[in-house]
């Protein structure tokens, strides 16, 4: 069973270099989502997708886009890497309703220098 | 907008209990999860709340108080493997869009 997978599992950036951050779960699941976790921190939401072609922005979207082409695929672009956007991304997927599991892929490690 | 509160950090030995707070402000609930996550680690979902009461799976069981915009989540006979951070999360109507609180760190000792 592989879940969410995230690729890459680690990326340096330049400053203004832009990236793709890859996002795929097999679990057939509506929703899907992207956050970020800085050190010591909780995770914050970036952007979600209820359904393929469907997308919103969560509490922290600038500087980052996103599309849901299919319901497997979720990318993050970055689209001009500053230092600020050193973090660690987290994408998810889950059942639409509220409350039900949610699931953390491993996590993408980026450091823009 | 929501806002989380949870004690940054707790400490505990082999076989104790630990009970983690978290205090939240919303403007529409729809319940409250709990996540752990291992040092380098994703995190994973432990419990959900959506009603007042406690939920209860194997260690670990969940509190919720709407009435008092809080909740918690109880460890019990805690074991090395529970030393994590446990973060507490209040959802949106639908799926994960979810706000987290900070996180509590439990450190489990000997």
């Known amino acids: 069973n592989a879940g969410v997978t995230q690729t890459p599992k680690f990326q340096v950036l330049k400053t203004g270099q832009s990236m793709t951050l890859q996002c795929a779960q097999d679990m057939n699941h509506e929703y899907m989502s992207w956050y970020r976790q800085d050190p010591g921190m909780g995770l914050r939401l970036i952007h979600y997708s209820v359904g393929a072609g469907i997308t919103d922005q969560g509490e922290v979207p600038n500087g980052y886009n996103v599309s849901r082409s299919t319901t497997e695929d979720f990318p993050l672009r970055l689209l001009s890497a500053a230092p600020s956007q050193t973090s660690v991304y987290f994408c998810?997927?889950?059942?639409?309703?509220?409350?039900?599991?949610?699931?953390f892929g491993e996590g993408s490690w980026l450091t823009v220098v | 907008g929501q806002s989380l509160e949870q004690p940054s950090e707790v400490t505990a030995v082999e076989g104790a209990i630990v009970q983690i707070n978290c205090t939240y402000q919303t403007s529409g609930f729809y319940g409250l999860s709990w996540y752990q996550q291992h040092d380098g680690g994703a995190p994973t979902f432990l419990s959900y709340n959506a009603l007042d009461g406690l939920e209860e799976t194997g260690r670990f069981s969940s509190f919720l108080s709407r009435s008092d915009s809080y909740g918690y989540l109880l460890l019990q006979e805690l074991q090395m493997k529970d030393s994590a951070s446990y973060f507490c999360a209040v959802g949106g109507a639908a799926g994960n869009k979810l706000t987290f609180g900070g996180g509590t760190r439990v450190l489990v000792k000997p």
């Open positions: 998810a997927s889950s059942e639409v309703l509220s409350g039900n599991t949610i699931y």
